[in-house]
């Protein structure tokens, strides 16, 4: 009886305790801000027994929209304590009794107007943000940062693409720019991978993804500004350095050093680097067939080439602030180096009959010299009515070398004279810039922003050419009136544009108008000169709305141009190939596109995805032009292309846990393009594109990291023809010591691939060609770095500074390679 007695009553109890443990109450709600009326999401709810706040009865976050919804078993007083990131704390007091559903409707959070001395945080701040014309990273956010470079950051930025050996892409393009805290540096210009590794990405707060660029940027037919923003600075000061070394199987070495310190108002930024490049020797092929001639119908070319070189680049900027109103940036950059590029290979000519006709060897030894040196001047005035209202006056010179020589013999080997030839041409391009910015805002959500700004471009090169007979032993000048060529630019800009918020809606227009006089001169024959003038109106327009705190969409129109650079306007012929001579063309033309994009965002602590949707019309393309005369390929430039193109950009960005990152860069595209690729021969191209950028993380204990890199693209399509893709492969391996300051990397590049094939291929009415390249790019590459010091504060840094982004790319540098390599 001792025993049933308390059984029985505990089975009495059992239903009792049970319905009372199974009655739940559903507490819900919304959480907004009270003055946008914007909901807040990912807010921190805590649940306490009223009169109790030491007491945590339960702990919440608010989803995406702000809402939040939970169940309590407890019947009676509690009290909701909600807090979020620069809101003041709110207490809401309710009752669970007996309902099923407490509904505590909106709760309006205000912005606080003090600093808080603690919040709890349970979820993750989200990495990317989006604005109307552009996307921000958020480095200070990223744990990774404190132990990488911003070379590795950049991997995980949306629509960046990052192939096996560093070369960078926005969009899928590489016609961009990269800036530092809103100011173009010819370091990065030239030598993007070298200096971004050498980079700490501690000492970076953002990278900003400019899609839309707005009026205040040079119209040049960009894809997208990259702009890395340094950390804000503050009063203290402190010095941070860091050194790195580097080295690949394939024979290349690094090595550098970064350095920021401030002590009072005084602050200073620089970095050093050598670089050392080589790539082993790789087997070309080329075929063409000429159409209408039976002499020498067929012209084959086997052979193999490699290339190597070194340079240095190094630059600082002084800042200075004279007060808190008031600040002066001086800066100086100055990059350069030397290559080599060798080739070897044997040329035969046969008739309709596929029977040789004629056969020789050719070595070739290209030099090529590159570089840049810029000195900077910026003043900046911030309002003491408004930190935001900014006047920037600014000064810059640059001087930029492009120089290229060659020599070739030509050995006889059936039917074929033995000679040889030697070629150069000496370029550069002097240029000054004035300009001046003025930014403002009024009733709070409104912006105006407007600029001057005159650019002075010098350039003029020098070329010449000799011919050698091996049997006088002579070498002979082959005079050219093309022979000095001098350019010069006066380029006017003005820009204003326009901003404002309004709620979940946000607009951004302006227009900028740019005239250029332009004067070419040919001291040998002045009868060629030419004077040219043209001017442009260049509208932009975005509207944006926010469907939720996390979710934005955004349309965009914005009108570019670009202008031919000095080597596609270089009239010098060069005609080291035999098969194959090329020129420039002084009569270019601005090339005009215009844009329209579409772009839907979706950013929360684990899941971020961007897709967007462009399109692209250009009517007066810079294209390749070829003729035919005789077996001779005659190849220029020539504003004769027409070109329409849709392209689908996607970028997602998956952590499942804090240890695992997945991300993964996609596009896919449509180009038809139109023009005379040939005198009198009116031409079309079209094909898809599509290009695939993976990249996975895993962080082992003992804080291994470890990473893989899957991906490559499709061939691309030009008014000629068409040329191949890549796929590639890569996995990396870093340890960081002695807090983190002390850290290994090792990393192999397509290790199960020795080489990368790449094929192009024309088709005219005249001829039909295609040629074959075997690029060796594996590789397996080691680095370290050591950082120490410690930086309280980052420099002062001008907001607006030149940005000259006008001008095309070309030289012979990059052509055989120089820096980019």
Known sequence: MKIIRPLYLLMLLLPITAFSQTSKVTVKGVVMDSLTQETIPYATIRITPAGKPSVLEKAVVTDDGGAFNFAMTKKGEFVLNIQYLGKEPVEKAFSVGSGNTVDLGNIFLRGDKTTLSEVVVSAQRPLVKVDMDKITYSLEDDPDSKTSNVMD??????????????????????????????????????????????????????????????????????????????????????????????????????????????????????????????????????????????????????????????????????????????????????????????????????????ITQQEYNQNAVNDYTYGSTSVKVDYQNTSAKNKDRLFTASYRYQTSPDDWASRVAYENVLAFRDFGTDQYSDGSTKEHTFQVDYTTPFSKIHTLEAGLKYIIRLSDSRSGRQDYDPETGVWTDIASSNDKFKHEQDIFSAYLGYTAKIKKWGFKAGARYEGTNLEARFPLDSEQNFKTDYSNIVPSATVSYQLATSQTIRLGYNMRISRPGIWQLNPYVNSSDT?????????????????????????TPKFNMNTSVSYNIVNNSVEDVTRLEGNTIIRTYGNVGKKREVSLFNYVSWTPMSKIRFTANTSVGYTDIRGYGSPGEWMTNTGFTGRLFTNFQYTFPQAFKFSAGFGGRTGNVNLLGKRSGFSYHSFGLSKSFLADKLTFNVSAVNPFQKELKFTRKEHTTEYLAESINYNKNQSFNFSV???????????????RSINNDDAMGGGSAEQSGGGQQ
């Open 153 to 354: 950051m950049l991997r995980k930025v949306p629509m960046v693409t990052i192939d096996a050996e560093d070369n960078i892409e926005l969009k899928g393009s590489t016609s961009y720019k990269i800036y530092l805290d809103g100011k173009p540096s010819s370091m990065l210009a030239s030598n993007p991978k070298d200096v971004l590794k050498s980079m700490p990405a501690s000492s970076i707060k953002n990278i900003e993804v400019i899609t839309d660029p707005g009026p205040k940027y040079d119209a040049e037919g960009l894809a997208g500004i990259i702009n890395i923003i340094t950390n804000k600075e503050t009063s203290m000061g402190g010095y941070t350095a860091t050194l790195n070394g580097r080295a690949d199987t394939r024979g290349g070495y690094g090595l550098g050093g970064f350095l920021s310190f401030k002590k009072g108002k005084l602050g200073f930024t620089g970095n050093y680097n050598y670089y050392d490049y080589k790539s082993p020797w790789s087997n070309m092929s080329s075929s063409r067939e000429y159409f209408g001639v039976e002499q020498r119908h067929f012209v084959e070319t086997t052979g193999r080439n490699k290339y190597s070189g070194n340079g240095q680049y190094g630059g600082g900027e002084l800042s200075y602030e004279i007060d808190t109103l008031n600040l002066v940036n001086i800066g100086f950059s100055k990059y350069g180096g030397d290559g080599t590029s060798k080739s070897y290979g044997t040329t035969k000519y046969a008739d309709v009959s596929n």
């Open 785 to 799: 770095s050591y950082r120490f010091g410690e930086m309280k504060a980052q420099i002062k840094k001008a907001a």
């Open 579 to 603: 098969t194959t001579i090329s020129y420039g063309n002084p009569d270019l033309d601005a090339v005009k596109s215009h844009n329209i994009n579409l772009n839907y965002s979706l950013f």
